[in-house]
């Protein structure tokens, strides 16, 4: 069974732009959620869905946004760019929720922000 | 709102030794999970081990252990018979109800040869 794909595995931007990052979890699982991954903040949780809803947010301004799909695949969007947003995105999908079941991880996506 | 902490942010073990990764955590939440995940330098989050709370008896899996003490609120992770290939950082994360994982600043393995 495939993992949890995530695509672009590279992107450069500028800031005041916006970019949107995918996610494809394994085939099955309905519950997505999203990370950001700083040398200075650690990883902190951004969102989670699941059944095409938003169930859970952290604490990141509202410039962050998702989306889930019907087919479970979900999309996170990030508008007018700051340098601070440069991290590796961390997506992970889970069978039903993650409550119960484990968290599998994608390969990321490295954004950086010039 | 809980926290988890890794008091080490570097370790080294000789290959074939044993080594153990130390991390707290804090909640008043009474049914949670524990986690230890690893990353390779390629970046791939990868699942080491998971304890439920409410399950007295540690997890184990092949050469890695968990020792859970719940009301130390202590989850370290023993990796036995260290292979070159366990060089990674680690990180411990805890989910209680938000559904959310809470993760530690990572530890950093390096496996001597």
């Known amino acids: 069974k495939a993992g949890v794909t995530q695509t672009p595995r590279y992107l450069i931007k500028t800031r005041g732009q916006q970019v949107t990052l995918s996610c494809s979890p394994i085939s099955g699982h309905r519950s997505v959620s999203w990370y950001q991954q700083t040398p200075g903040q650690g990883l902190q949780f951004l969102f989670e869905y699941f059944s ?4 859970n947010k952290g604490n990141f301004p509202g410039r962050f946004s998702g989306r889930q799909f019907s087919n479970s ?4 969007n990030v508008s007018t760019l700051e340098l601070g947003d440069s991290a590796l995105y961390l997506c992970a999908s889970s ?5 119960t079941d484990t968290q599998y991880f994608g390969p990321g996506t490295r954004l950086t922000v010039l | 709102a809980q926290t988890v902490t890794q008091s080490q942010p570097e370790m080294s073990v000789q290959e074939a030794e044993t080594v153990t ?3 707290t955590y804090d909640t008043s939440e009474s049914d949670y999970y524990l986690f230890w995940y690893k990353q390779p330098p390629s970046r791939q989050m990868i699942l080491v081990i998971r304890q439920e709370a409410y399950k007295q008896q540690n997890a184990t899996e092949n050469r890695f252990s968990v020792n859970f003490q719940k009301a130390a609120k202590s989850f370290s992770l023993k990796i036995s018979d260290s292979q070159l290939g366990d060089a990674a950082m680690y990180f411990c994360a805890y989910r209680g109800y938000g559904n959310k994982l809470v993760f530690g600043t990572g530890t950093i393995l390096r496996v001597k040869s």
Do not use: D
Not at chain 1, 73 to 76: F, K, L
Not at chain 1, 95 to 99: A, D, E, G, K, R
């Open chain 1, 52 to 55: 095409e809803t938003q169930r």
């Open chain 1, 73 to 76: 695949r979900s999309e996170m």
């Open chain 1, 95 to 99: 069978l039903v929720q993650p409550s």
């Open chain 2, 21 to 23: 990764l130390s991390c």
